[in-house]
């Protein structure tokens, strides 16, 4: 099946004239069966349906999901990637973190406000469940677009690996103490619009906004068309100065807005190409010869009776440089020169193992491990104690105070890129250098004055990435690898951002009862310890060994076999 994926502007006139509205969407998560490369499976569809459901708002908008939890025999949420969740921070979505999963049965309303427009994601941040599907594109259109007159018409473009078996049995290989390399889940393929593909319907004259997502859980992608710039105006959901380049290359969780524009001189049909990028350095030759297995193929058509049979051929890849991208606004560096900063945020990522002798990913020594509270829960009922990082358990917590001029640095001790993501903010990209640059020295000079934003980040291999922000947000705030299965071996720390504002923040009954329902405290240190919040006690201190992701405790050996017999003709679901 084919998708020409183009949106009219005239489409859109309606939602961008009117003025701050109400979008409401009611949401069942189900299993359906898929088989978006042609091998069918089980995924995560919405309202029984999969691929899920495109989300349309625009910037001052409320967004209410009501989301049902039906899948029986796991639990679930939504997390919205790159929406900063400005005052509702119990509405970022990651479970253990901002809120309890969401069991079977169950029904949690998320409800927010829309405060920036641009190309955004969701997806389920809970227990490495989205690359069994449960993701999808959130559009949120700006009235004030600076580039709204410089287009004709919008094309969506997602790209993710995909995989044949489910997530669950997936890292249960991958967390065993043989796994010494620390080798991840390799994908069976890649699908371009959840396995629709892309046709353009490609005209004279026209000009095409391109949003392109990576719903990827590893891979990064490459993209070229053949005889056609590419017009950036935007990187994860930021404006840019407009920039041509002629290659892109998209990490996990990236997204990227473009143009491209059908001129006078066109009269064929042109190609593109798509390349998964599953090296670990693209960059790097000396670790063997660059493998590119997984490669898609679309057009922009102007003659539907021409066959599409041209390939669009690229010898090497050398994708722009997004480090260097100008900011559309010209926003100076935080704090107004290279040295000024609050508060800095040292990370040095390399590959572990805990106690038990299991594969593990670290910050700065320690593995990120799940407690018994949500860390936002924490904050909310430990009163001044909130401050105290020791409150949060093996978290990896990092405080830091309201207006803070916040500097993340990240190590990257490893011979792979790595993107990096955080939520609640889009942060400044001061630097960025090249492969094998190593640590950062401790000296800030020579940074970029004016930084381009984004909420995600590769970070080269052997080398370092100099971030800012500034902590206007109050919330729990992740800072993660962006690879789901280095999420899955802790490849997180959490920035308590602004802990003396969050003191008795109240949260939603439904989500209590979501945490009521699975056994879970809302309130003390991540014990659960209400006497003394310091009483490090019941806190969860080495991961455990058998690791059951998303499945539900309660879910019976009679409820699974009924949901087999839902899949019955369908193939095996991956209990």
């Given amino acids: 099946m084919k998708s020409s994926g183009v949106l009219s502007l005239a489409a859109l006139s309606f939602a961008t004239a009117v003025k701050a509205a109400t979008v409401t969407y ?31 708002a625009t910037v001052g908008d409320t967004v209410i999901i009501n989301f049902t939890n039906n899948l029986g025999n796991q639990t679930s949420g939504l997390h919205f990637h790159g929406i900063n969740q400005v005052q509702t921070p119990e509405m970022d979505g990651p479970s253990g973190v901002t809120q309890c999963p969401v069991p079977p049965g169950s029904t949690l309303q998320y409800k927010f406000v829309v405060d920036v427009g641009g190309t955004f994601w969701y997806h389920s941040h809970n227990m490495g469940q989205y690359p069994d599907g449960l993701r999808g594109v959130f559009l949120v259109h700006d009235p004030n677009d600076p580039y709204a007159g410089s287009y004709d018409e919008e094309v969506i473009l997602t790209v993710s690996d995909w995989y044949h078996n489910e997530s669950l049995t997936m890292v249960r290989n991958m967390l065993q103490p043989s796994n010494t390399r620390f080798a991840p889940p390799i994908p069976d393929g ?13 005209t004279k004259g026209r000009k095409y906004r391109f949003r392109m997502i990576s719903f990827a859980a590893l891979a990064s992608a490459m993209i070229h068309f053949d005889s056609h710039d590419i017009n950036i105006i935007m ?73 599409n049979t041209k390939k669009d051929v690229v010898h090497k890849w050398k994708p722009a440089d997004d480090s260097h991208f ?21 990370m040095d990522f390399a590959f572990c193992t805990d106690a038990n002798g299991y594969p593990r990913a670290c910050f700065n020594n320690l593995t990120y491990i799940d407690q018994k509270v949500p860390a936002l829960y924490s904050a909310a009922t430990t009163g001044d104690d909130n401050s105290n990082p020791i409150v949060y358990g093996q978290i990896n917590p990092f405080i830091v105070n309201y207006g803070d001029v916040v500097q993340i640095v990240v190590n990257n001790q490893d011979a792979a890129t790595h993107p990096f993501h955080l939520h609640g903010h889009h942060f400044q990209v001061l630097d960025r250098p090249k492969t094998g640059t190593g640590d950062w020295s401790g000296r800030d000079t020579n940074y970029n004055q004016k ?97 059951n992701g998303a499945m539900y405790a309660g879910s019976s050996s009679k409820k699974r076999g009924l949901m087999g017999k839902l899949a019955s003709g369908m193939g095996s679901f991956f209990f």
């Fill in 235 to 307: 990187n994860d959901a930021d404006y840019l100065q407009k920039e041509v380049k002629y290659q892109l290359r998209i990490a996990t969780a990236q997204r990227y807005d473009f143009i491209i524009e059908c001129i006078d001189r066109d009269n064929d049909n042109y190609p593109f190409l798509i390349s998964l990028d599953i090296n670990r350095d693209w960059t790097n030759p000396d670790l063997g010869p660059l493998q590119w297995p997984h490669n898609y193929t679309g057009y922009l058509t102007m003659d539907y009776n021409k066959p």
């Fill in 451 to 547: 930084p381009p934003r984004r909420d995600t980040v590769t970070v080269m291999a052997h080398s370092h990435a100099v971030l800012r922000f500034k902590a206007t947000n109050p919330g729990t705030w992740l800072f993660h690898c962006h690879i789901e299965w280095h999420v899955e071996m802790g490849l997180t720390a959490t920035i308590i951002e602004a802990p003396d504002r969050l003191r008795n923040l109240t949260f939603p009954q439904d989500h209590l009862d979501a945490c009521n329902k699975m056994g879970i405290p809302v309130s003390g240190n991540a014990a659960g310890n209400t006497q003394d919040y310091l009483d490090t006690t019941g806190m969860v201190t080495v991961p455990p060994t058998i690791y």
């Fill in 326 to 346: 100008k900011p559309y606004d010209n926003e100076a560096i935080l704090g107004g020169n290279d040295t000024n900063y609050d508060t800095l945020i040292k």
């Fill in 190 to 202: 890649m699908i371009i619009n959840e396995g629709a593909g892309l046709n353009v319907n490609f």
């Fill in 26 to 56: 009611d949401w069942t998560a189900t299993w359906v069966w898929a088989a978006p490369d042609g091998v069918g499976r089980p995924v995560v569809g919405i309202n029984n349906a999969w691929p899920c459901p495109q989300i349309d």
